[in-house]
């Protein structure tokens, strides 16, 4: 079993910058593991956001953040953070951190994930 509790967001003027974090716990290792970042706005379907490899650090985007989010880990700390820079009112969302515990490959699916942050609200305003 996987705890992941997630800090960071907030309310932030658009080009602005927040920073996410999220702390796994349970596991000594996530070396298996993709750690991963959705949101979801409100009547919006949960979307993907980024995705990281623990085991290699492969990252992987989706299209709307490309060129303005990063995703990180340290592996010490058991900790995937989501930097996002010139944030847009569109970024505007609650912000979830994931795992998937036996990934085939990087999954833009929350179907895949099988633990999940307890959100986190990002608003940016314009």
């Known amino acids: 079993q996987v705890q992941l509790v997630q800090s960071g967001g907030g309310l932030v003027q658009a080009g602005g910058s927040l920073r996410l974090s999220c702390a796994a716990s349970?596991?000594?290792?996530?070396?298996?593991?993709?750690m991963g970042w959705f949101r979801q706005a409100p009547g919006k379907e949960r979307e993907f956001v980024s995705a990281?490899?623990?085991?290699?650090?492969?990252?992987y985007y989706g299209d709307s953040v490309k060129g303005r989010f990063t995703i990180a880990k340290d592996n010490a700390l058991n900790t995937v953070y989501l930097q996002m820079n010139s944030l847009k009112p569109e970024d505007t969302a609650v912000y979830y951190c994931a795992a998937d515990s036996s990934p085939s490959i990087i999954s833009r699916r929350s179907r895949n994930y099988d633990y999940w942050g307890q959100g986190t609200q990002v608003t940016v305003s314009s």
């Open positions: 990281i490899r623990w085991s290699d650090s492969a990252t």
């Open positions: 349970g596991r000594s290792s996530l070396s298996t593991y993709i």
